[in-house]
């Protein structure tokens, strides 16, 4: 989890997460994700929930799940393809958001060129379960190995698409709303959305109305390794110093 290649994971799992209608539409009715004024913010949480969740000691992490379970168990959206309302804590979206991000991590980093055996991977995923009891899902009732990664999502494709009210994350990202410090980097944001919308398999690609072709992953998978090679010419120190920094203020406090 601390290879700088799985930025590219993250906008991946977002992507994946969009598929999912209900996910999406409870994320689109409870979200000033695209809100000028309040977007950054909500992105900055959102990160820190990761990277507790991810590095945290155990005390810090049950404190951030306990957090984000009582939002979710108050928060509600409406779904119009059966005129019901649902709570955000619905299983099901939970676990597709998940899987998800267990998928585009994993898939993003062994693309790149991070080794990892079989045994490893699976034991990747399976580790993962602990982070699904974090948001309220059972361990069990989420994949413990690749091939029952692989076998869930295949079996939720069926109800995947992309919902007519929300906009298109490649056209949003074009025009991202963020802070002023960070306008520099505004120009790479297209590119970062192009690579993660690669990095897709060809069905999810589809479905976002993009092409899919054979050419289009060897480019991504190209891409990821070029940039996994380059980063790894960059000094530990330095790409990991803000990681450092925050776990000792987190050891000071």
Do not use: C
Request: charged share 25%.
């Amino acid at each position: 989890m601390g290879e700088p290649i799985l930025l590219v994971g993250g906008f991946r799992a977002l992507l994946m997460q969009g598929l999912h209608p209900r996910a999406m539409r409870g994320v689109l009715q409870n979200s000033a994700l695209m809100d000028p004024d309040e977007s950054w913010s909500r992105f900055v949480r959102t990160t820190e929930f990761v990277r507790v969740r991810t590095y945290g000691s155990l005390e810090e992490v049950q404190r951030a799940g306990r957090r984000v379970r009582k939002i979710h168990a108050k928060l509600t959206a409406h779904d119009p393809d059966t005129g019901t309302r649902f709570r955000l804590d619905d299983p099901s979206a939970l676990r597709w958001v998940h899987v998800g991000e267990v998928d585009s991590y994993l898939s993003v980093a062994r693309r790149a060129g991070v080794r990892l055996t079989d045994a490893e991977a699976d034991t990747f995923v399976a580790e993962w379960r602990r982070a699904a009891e974090v948001v309220g899902l059972a361990r069990d009732d989420v994949p413990g190995s690749v091939a029952e990664l692989s076998d869930y999502i295949e079996a939720e494709r069926p109800g995947l698409r992309f919902v007519p009210e929300a906009a298109h994350p490649l056209r949003l990202s074009l025009n991202a709303p963020l802070p002023l410090m960070l306008t520099p980097l505004r120009p790479a944001l297209p590119a970062l959305t192009l690579l993660a919308f690669a990095t897709l398999p060809r069905w999810a690609r589809r479905l976002y109305g993009l092409p899919a072709t054979p050419v289009g992953d060897l480019w991504a998978t190209a891409t990821l390794r070029t940039l996994h090679t380059g980063l790894g010419l960059v000094p530990a120190q330095v790409r990991y110093a803000p990681a450092a920094r925050r776990a000792r203020r987190l050891m000071a406090a």
